[in-house]
C-alpha cells in the first residue's frame, strides 16, 4: 500500500506484484503526489514509485505521470484575477421600494403617445427623493432616450413593453466613444451613465424598434463601399444604441 505522510515523502509498506491492483495504486498515488506536492519535490516524489512498479506496468505509469503533471503544471501558471475582476459588472444591491408610477406622470401606454418627458420626470423626482422604483402600468410605451439616475430602479414588469422612437431627434447627442472614436452620438434608449447603485428590473420587453436605422446604415453602405469609403458608414449613419452604461450594444 502506497501511503504519504505528513512530511509528504512517499514510502512503500507492501509491493503489490497483483497487475490490476498496482494498476489502480498507480493512478492513486499520482493523484496523491499531484494534490501534495509542487515542482522539484513532485518530481523527486514521483520518481520514487517507479523503482517499485512492475516493468509491464512502467509505460502506462509514464504515460499518467506526464498527463497528470501537465494538468498540474497548467493549474500553478494560471495568472492571478485581476482585482478589477471584482469590481465591475452586474451586482444585487438593495434600493428604496417607494414606487413612482409614470403613469401619474402622464405617461400614456398606447404606444403611440410620445412618453420621454413623463417616464423622466418619474425618474428625476424619484432620484431626487433618494430613490426608488419606477413603475409602469401594462401596456405599450413609446418614448426616447431614458437616464436612469443615482438609486432609481427602472422596473419595466411582463405586460409591458419599451417602444424605442424611431425618430433620430428623441436621441439628444452626447459625448460617447464610437468603433474606438470618441464623438457625439445619439444617446441610447435607456442610459446609466455616472452613476451608482442603479438598474433595471422586470420580466418586460424593451423593443428598440432601430429598423429604420439600420436600413439608413445598409443605404449608405451601397453608396460608400464603392468609394471603398465603408469604414466611414460607421460614423456617418448615426444610430442610437438600445442601453448604454458599462457596457454598450447597438440596437
Given amino acids: ?9 512517499v514510502t512503500i509498506n507492501t509491493l503489490i506484484e497483483d497487475e490490476a491492483g498496482c494498476s489502480r495504486t ?31 506496468m512502467r ?12 494538468l498540474n503544471i497548467a493549474a500553478i501558471t494560471q495568472p492571478k484575477t485581476p482585482d478589477w475582476v471584482n469590481k465591475v459588472g452586474s451586482r444585487k ?34 432620484a431626487a427623493k433618494g430613490g426608488g422604483i419606477v413603475s409602469f402600468a401594462p401596456g405599450k410605451y413609446l418614448t426616447g432616450s431614458l437616464f436612469i439616475k443615482t438609486g432609481v430602479n427602472l422596473q419595466v414588469n411582463k405586460g409591458v413593453e419599451i417602444l424605442g422612437s424611431q425618430d433620430i431627434r428623441d436621441y439628444p447627442e452626447i459625448d460617447t466613444r464610437v468603433a474606438g472614436i470618441e464623438m457625439k452620438w445619439p444617446a441610447a434608449l435607456i442610459n446609466i451613465l455616472k452613476q451608482h447603485k442603479a438598474g433595471i428590473s422586470g420580466a ?5 424598434q432601430c429598423k429604420p436605422f439600420w436600413d439608413a446604415y445598409w443605404q449608405l453602405r451601397k453608396e460608400y463601399d464603392p468609394k471603398e469609403l465603408r469604414w466611414i458608414v460607421d460614423y456617418d449613419a448615426k444610430r442610437p444604441r438600445t442601453t448604454a452604461g458599462n457596457q454598450f450594444c447597438e440596437c
Fill in 26 to 56: 498507480v493512478a492513486m498515488s499520482i493523484i496523491l503526489i499531484l494534490t501534495r506536492n509542487r515542482g522539484m519535490q513532485l518530481i523527486y516524489s514521483c520518481s520514487l514509485l517507479t523503482k517499485y512498479i512492475p516493468e509491464s
Fill in 1 to 9: 500500500m502506497i501511503t504519504l505522510k505528513q512530511n509528504k515523502a
Fill in 59 to 70: 509505460s502506462m505509469y509514464s504515460i499518467l505521470l506526464a498527463a497528470f503533471m501537465l
Fill in 93 to 126: 444591491v438593495n434600493l428604496r421600494t417607494v414606487i413612482y408610477s409614470v403613469n401619474k406622470y402622464g405617461a400614456v401606454n398606447d404606444g403611440k403617445t410620445l412618453a420621454t418627458k413623463s417616464i423622466q420626470r418619474a425618474i428625476d423626482e424619484a
Fill in 204 to 208: 418586460g420587453l424593451v423593443n428598440a
